[in-house]
């Protein structure tokens, strides 16, 4: 049985994460929960990993038995990622892995959640922006004679909730990334090679976003100003994971750029955090996308 003092410590940090969950801090934390799990599947054997899960187990249980469904979610997919890290699988396959079932349990919690306890994740988060906006709407007036109307809180509502599907999938994609960054380096140290993702020159999107993108356009065109329709929540959805996919493109174009003229390696990194903030600069992405810029670039003149 493996056990060793680094383990011993992983075991610790994953329960004092699960211990912060009903903290203030759970906001920053629960990114960082597959961390220690990632790292003791990938470092340990299935018999030692389970050895080390049992005391971490019974001290939650002995606080608050609650918090033991808490370690089962965060187990799970930490399993999946540590087993594609521990067969040697590729850093997107292990990051797609994770995703997935963050992805699924999600799901999954979203459906016990309704069928044995009705719980409604629309109606509680009309409820959360009625009461953040209660204030605003019980007040005659803001800055300039602007005032809060109930309709603007019903609006806010709907528009959260479209976009439900959208804050799980970029959740999950957040949650996978942040453990892969993390987790692979410390591994890799312990002596677990961990696969790591290609360079951001290197990062191309699948051509088809470009069909995606026209797709998402009938979508919003089709929902016209019915906002609770299906053709909404497909448009208002889809056209984010679009942008962030051209985003993606652009910046892995910049690197390109960047390593085939031999600029200052700094010059890429500024170019790709104007990406978040300045929407046109994503046009690069979908021009690099739809023509062969890379390959102009770097074909030798006559």
Known sequence: ???????????????????????????????????????????????????????????????EPLYLIFLVVFTVPAIVMGHAFKKGKSALFAFLAGSGAILAEYLLMLLIGSVL????????????????????TASDGLVNGFVWTPEMTEDVARRTQLLIPFALVVTALVMSLITHLIARPILNVMGVSVANFPPAREWRMPRALIWYYFLALIFTLMSGENDGSYWSMIAANLSPLINLGFMIQAIGFFFFLSHAKKWNPVIPYLLAAAVFFIGPLRIIGVIDLVFPLREAITKPKR
């Not at 801090?25 to 990114?31: H, Q």
């Not at 109606?123 to 009461?131: F, Q, S």
């Open 1 to 63: 049985m493996n056990f060793s003092f680094k383990s011993v410590i992983w075991s610790v940090v994953f329960l004092l994460l699960l211990l912060s969950l009903i903290t203030p801090l759970s906001v920053l934390t629960v990114f960082f929960m597959l961390v220690p799990g990632v790292i003791l599947y990938a470092y340990l054997s299935v018999k030692s990993f389970v050895v080390h899960l049992i005391p971490v187990a019974i001290i939650l249980f002995m606080i």
């Open 117 to 136: 306890f009705h719980f409604n994740l629309y109606n509680y988060i009309e409820d959360m922006v009625k009461l953040a906006t209660e204030p605003l």
